[in-house]
Structures are given as structure tokens and as C-alpha cells.
């Protein structure tokens, strides 16, 4: 198996094929109606200093093969690392009896949406420089200059600074006849500086705001992100944060950042729109969903401003793949329009339950030793299409309220309904112009007041993609990364809380 060149050579010299071969072949003179078999190597580096010191250096590979079988309509599912033909038909074995363990206890059987053939499909995310091409003590070198920098500046007391690294390859095959290798990238350069207020026994941070991406080691040396700017900015924004007056609670219209938006969108749409979640199969990690599917094309979610999309193809997602690990080819497609509930995640197990002809590609595994589950897209709020609105021009819009920069703390109930939210730095607006930071605020409200109360977005040109590398899923439980793009937006008459007050401090 080739593949394209762009892929690591060591892992297309794996004898990609002969394991196909030996298992599709295997589980289907053992009676399955569907087979597949992914191989994968992940491959990941975390770095980590603390006050310029290095405080941990971890690599690690994991590399193996699964089959999953469907044999009576029951999924079995059996994996090895071990990667040698007879080793593949053993483990397709392995499934095949495992479906037949559990055919007893399987009362829906399962039904797959239909999907092409795709046979010696390809596909590499977008990068320019492997990581793991770069020597370490270069990457300790320059996360080591970001920590001096910091702790050079008045106020700084202490710096820390990371970057974990992950390059994901996997070959797919079914016997369909879909054939698919896939490598991508993921990196999250990040620092934060803290100010010790020893008097007062407090202290305040302020970390980067520069999200997780989809992007090589370019991104640390400033290709998509100006970190030489920001470590200029931070340590006056911090010893601003640590003087500024604390908030009273009340109602405000909000300046919400896209670096704090994301965050709101990922547990209050992104986690509410998962199929599986909305029908109540998935329950036991972080709960169920408001948005239930007798709901669907009814329910006001938000104001007729609000267009939120799937999306697994945007460049630079974390969620963004070519195919997914039912052999789907990804897309884009509504979750909510004009404000309206319009469509779930879901793979292809899930599409029937909900009458459609095709999966939109959201089932992932984040090892070749888990079963591909449903998994969240990169799940993204449109901007303003009929003008190009900017930050300054929402600001400038409003009378008394508050700007919300960068995410941190949060909250959010069993249903995704019910939340509060903070964040890295918040600014008092008074007639239409910044004055000044505030201190200890947070947001709450429930999903739909909220996102009824959005009144006015930014333009394309101020649309950001912002995410996360962990977010977590299913017993036992995965891990999986995911990006949520979105303009900065105007939300009128929100309750602020004092996170002092609340805290009895």
C-alpha cells in the first residue's frame, strides 16, 4: 500500500494490505456482513517548563491494528499490537466471536447509512513543518526564550510554558472496498504568566490566548499566531488584571470574544448537538441532552442571527479529517439555522435512527485498542454575511457592558443547559469605548436565553478558530480534539456573577 508520499515512509513500509487482506478476508468466511481494520501510529511529544526550567519531557508511540465486525446485526470489536497477518485473522476471529457473545443481549440490531467505495484514498492535513522532525532541545530552546522574556518583565513572578505535539497516521479498509490513509497534525504552543500579590495572599494569571491548531511547527515560530506580540502584551495585561476593581454583579450586554466564545459554543451546541447524546445513549460521562429529537426543526434555540455548522473539512480543525473511521467522506452541514435546531453529529449507525440516507462523517477512535464512537465535528458559529462588522464596531455599539477575553473556568449541567462561564480577562465598556479591566466576573444563563439574547455578530474578516485537544467522551473514555470557529458577537442583558462574592471571599 503507497499512499501518499507526504505520509511517514516507516509506516507506509507496514504490510498494510497483507493485514487487510488476512482479516477482511477472515471475518468474512466467519459470517460477518461488515469488516473493517484500521492501523494507526500516533505518535506524541509533550514539553513542558516551569520558570524556564525544564519540569517534564514525554514522548510516546502507540501503534496497532483493530478489526470490527458486524455478524448478526452485533458489533464485535477486538484489537492487537501486533502487526503481522496471522495476527490480523486472529483478531478478526477474536470480533466474530465476540458479536456472537453479545448477539443475546443485542435487541436493535444494527443498520448502516449507505456510503461510496472509496478505494486508495488519501489525505494529509495542512502543515508545513513536521514537529517531530524538529530536534527537541530546539523546541526547549525556544519555549525556554518565550519564559525568560516573561519573567524579565516588571510583575511577573513566575512563567510557565508548554507545547504538546501529536501526529496522528491511519489506514482504514472494509469490504466495501474502501481504502484510506490519513496523517494530520495537531500542536498547542502555550505560556502563562503569574503575579503574586504576597500582602494580599492572591494571585492572578494570564495566559496566551493562541488556540490549538491543526498546524505544524510553524505555528511556534509565528506562522497563524503573533506570540512575539503577545509575551510583549501579557505582563502589562496582567498588572493591569491585578489592580482593576472587581465586578458588580447585574445584568450586562456582552462583548464576547471569539478566544472565550469557543468554549460556550463547545459545551452549550457542540456537546448538545451530538446524536447520541440527544436520544440518550450516551449518558454516564457528562450526561444527555435538552436538544431531543422530537425537537428537531422546532426548537428556538437562538435568535434568528445564529448559524452553527459541522464541519470535518475547514482547514486547520482539530476535528478535520478526510475520512472518518467509518470510511465516510467528511463535509459541512447546519446543526442550527435562523436560530432553529436543524440537524445533529452522527455516524453511520446513527443516521438510519434519524432517517437519513448518509452519515456526515463524526465516528473516530483515538486508538487503534478503542471502537470508533460518535464524536463532536468542528461545530462553528457563522459571522454577520451581509456586512463585515469588526470588534471595534460592536464595542462601540454599546453603552455599559463588558468585553470577555480568552476562556478559563466553567460550568454547564447534565443536559447542556444550565452553565456559567468565565474567562482570562474581562473589560468594563462605558459609552461605547473600553475602560479598564474588571476582575472575578462570570456569566450564566441557560443555552437558549443566552444564545436568544445574541443580537448582533462580527464580520468574516474577525471569524476565529479557536479549540481544544482534550476534549473527553465514553466508558472507558477517549480523548479527542476539536476546533469551534466564531466571530466575536453582542449578547444583550446577560447576569454576570462575582466569582468572589459567590465564593465567600
Known amino acids: 500500500m503507497r499512499g501518499d508520499e507526504r505520509i511517514d515512509p516507516a509506516f507506509r513500509a507496514l504490510p498494510l ?48 491494528l483493530a478489526v ?52 486508495e484514498a488519501s489525505w494529509v492535513s495542512e502543515y508545513e513543518i513536521d514537529p517531530f522532525t524538529v530536534p527537541t532541545q530546539d523546541k526547549i530552546a525556544l519555549l525556554a526564550e518565550w519564559s525568560e522574556r516573561l519573567l524579565a518583565a516588571d510583575g511577573v513572578d513566575h512563567a510557565d510554558a508548554a507545547c504538546p505535539q501529536i501526529k496522528e497516521i491511519k489506514f482504514y479498509a472494509d469490504l466495501a472496498g474502501t481504502s484510506t490513509m490519513q496523517q494530520r497534525i495537531r500542536i498547542e504552543p502555550r505560556f502563562t504568566a503569574t503575579a503574586v500579590d504576597r500582602a494580599a495572599g492572591q494571585f492572578e494569571t494570564m495566559r496566551t490566548l493562541a ?28 498588572a493591569e488584571k491585578m489592580k482593576a476593581p472587581t465586578v458588580q454583579p447585574g445584568r450586562y450586554d456582552l462583548v464576547i470574544d471569539p478566544s472565550n466564545l469557543w468554549l460556550t459554543i463547545h459545551e452549550s451546541v457542540g456537546h448538545a448537538t451530538e446524536y447520541d447524546r440527544a436520544i440518550g445513549y450516551e449518558a454516564a460521562y457528562a450526561g444527555t441532552s435538552f436538544a431531543t429529537p422530537d425537537r428537531l426543526g422546532t426548537l428556538r434555540y437562538g435568535s434568528e442571527l445564529m448559524h452553527v455548522t459541522g464541519d470535518r473539512t475547514v482547514p486547520h480543525g482539530l476535528a478535520t479529517v478526510g475520512y472518518d473511521d467509518d470510511g465516510v467522506a467528511t463535509t ?48 462553528s458559529l457563522q459571522p454577520d454575511p451581509t456586512r463585515d462588522t469588526t470588534l471595534e464596531e460592536l464595542i462601540s455599539g454599546v453603552d455599559q457592558g463588558i468585553y470577555v477575553v480568552g476562556d478559563k473556568s466553567w460550568s454547564i449541567d447534565m443536559q447542556r443547559y444550565n452553565f456559567q462561564f468565565t474567562g482570562q480577562r474581562f473589560y468594563r465598556i462605558s459609552g461605547g469605548k473600553l475602560a479598564g479591566q474588571l476582575r472575578d466576573v462570570a456569566y450564566q444563563a441557560t443555552t437558549t436565553d443566552f444564545w436568544g439574547s445574541l443580537r448582533r455578530l462580527g464580520g468574516p474578516s474577525s471569524w476565529l478558530l479557536s479549540g481544544a485537544l482534550n476534549c473527553g467522551k465514553a466508558q472507558p473514555g477517549q480523548i479527542a480534539a476539536v476546533s469551534h470557529g466564531c466571530p466575536p458577537a453582542l449578547f444583550e442583558q446577560v447576569n454576570v456573577l462575582n466569582t468572589a462574592r459567590e465564593g465567600g471571599r
Do not use: K
Request: charge should be negative; charged fraction near 20%; aromatic fraction near 6%.
Open 211 to 238: 488556540p490549538p491548531v491543526g498546524r505544524g511547527w510553524e505555528y511556534a515560530l509565528g506562522n497563524g499566531w503573533d506570540f512575539d506580540a503577545e509575551l510583549a502584551q501579557v505582563p502589562e495585561l496582567l
Open 332 to 379: 459541512q452541514w447546519d446543526l442550527v439555522r435562523d436560530g432553529v435546531l436543524v440537524g445533529y453529529q452522527l455516524d453511520r449507525a446513527f443516521a438510519p435512527r434519524l432517517g437519513l440516507d448518509r452519515s456526515n462523517g463524526c465516528a473516530f477512535a483515538d486508538s487503534p485498542h478503542h471502537t470508533p464512537i460518535q464524536r463532536m465535528a468542528n461545530v
Open 17 to 64: 494490505g497483507a493485514l487487510a487482506d488476512a482479516a477482511l478476508s477472515r471475518a468474512g468466511e466467519l459470517g460477518a456482513s461488515h469488516a473493517d481494520l484500521r492501523v494507526e501510529r500516533i505518535l506524541s511529544q509533550s514539553l513542558a517548563l516551569r520558570d524556564g526550567a525544564v519540569s517534564s519531557a514525554a514522548d510516546a508511540v502507540t501503534l496497532g
Open 68 to 119: 470490527r465486525v458486524i455478524v448478526d446485526g452485533t458489533w464485535g470489536f477486538a484489537s492487537t499490537a501486533e502487526l503481522t497477518p496471522s495476527s490480523a485473522a486472529a483478531v478478526a476471529a477474536r470480533a466474530v466471536e465476540v458479536a456472537r457473545t453479545l448477539r443475546a443481549l443485542n435487541s436493535e440490531p444494527v443498520v448502516r447509512a449507505d456510503e461510496p467505495v472509496y478505494p
